[in-house]
């Protein structure tokens, strides 16, 4: 079985996610994709997030429509920091050993990978699919080599979807009262109504 893991603070889960996510399914031929919310996130610790049970219920809206999608709830049940490898390592045991995982990022996730938790085992365990972000180099693999000896091989670089949409710019729509309409899946957008979220 191909897996498909899109990991993320979803806060809001927005349309590229989801675009990303039907990409890599196709172009992949992965069986499934698995979206995973962070609990804590370390890497946004200096920031106000959402709390954890509103990200997974928006993102259970936004996947519903997509059989294909699946929702886990692995680092929200995990006390402390959320690292990559820990929840990589829980899922391929939790998983037929036959499974291969490919980790969905953006280029910009890829060129911090040297910062991350024990970056050598993450890419010994999983294939890695990187998708462009507006505005970012696309990672230089002969650093990424270096720095990560073998993530070179491991790295599938794809050349869609160029999409400007981010959380932080559909929090700061929220925020002034604009719309967000077509920006996050129409049930994730009464959600965030109904909820009052992002207008403090």
Known sequence: MKLGIMGG??????VAHLVIAELARDGLGLDKVIFIPAGDPWMK???IVTPAGKRVEM???AIAENPA???SLIEVKRTGPTYTVDT???LAGETRQNSEIFLLLGWDSVAELP???APYRLSKMVRIVAFPRPGIVKPDAAEL???VPGSAARIIYMDEPHLSISSTCIRQRVKEGKSVRYLVPDT?????NEHKLYTA
Request: net charge negative; aromatic share 14%; hydrophobic share 40%.
């Open 115 to 117: 910062s991350w938790k």
């Open 145 to 147: 080599e270096k720095s």
């Open 88 to 90: 990589i390592e829980q």
């Open 59 to 61: 993102v259970g809206l």
């Open 69 to 71: 999608f699946s929702l």
């Open 45 to 47: 610790s200096a920031h």
């Open 188 to 192: 994730v957008g009464l959600y965030i």
């Open 9 to 14: 603070t979803f806060d809001p889960p927005h």
